[in-house]
């Protein structure tokens, strides 16, 4: 079991940047994949990007590449979300998402609220 909670969400002016971070509690961090989602309203919740457990590999939603950057500190068994450039389309409720695939096991936060306008 391990619960996340998700910070560092509000209001971001276009062009502008947000940091958001993931604190996991109650597990072994360093053996979950940890991803960023969000969901904007009327739409399906969609991928922002990924870190692996092993070699801190990365991927990114095209729609983000070069704008976000997603770390973790295992030491603090946090994971961050860095989102640069931000656009008004970035406007959505992130979502931090811890998966470890065998024994096969998934946690979600409850979500933290990003709105881009100027």
């Known amino acids: 079991q391990v619960q996340l909670v998700e910070s560092g969400g509000g209001l971001g002016q276009p062009g502008g940047s947000l940091r958001l971070s993931c604190a996991a509690d109650g597990s072994i961090f360093t053996v979950f994949i940890m991803g960023w989602y969000r969901q904007a309203p009327g739409k399906e919740r969609e991928l922002v990007a990924g870190?692996?457990?092993?070699?801190?590999?990365?991927n990114y939603a095209n729609s983000v590449k070069g704008r976000f950057t997603i770390s973790r500190d295992n030491g603090k068994n946090t994971a961050y979300l860095q989102m640069n450039s931000l656009k008004p389309e970035d406007t959505a409720v992130y979502y931090c998402n811890a998966l470890r695939l065998r024994p096969p096991f998934s946690s979600w936060g409850q979500g933290t609220q990003v709105t881009v306008s100027s």
């Open positions: 870190i692996t457990s092993t070699d801190d590999s990365t």
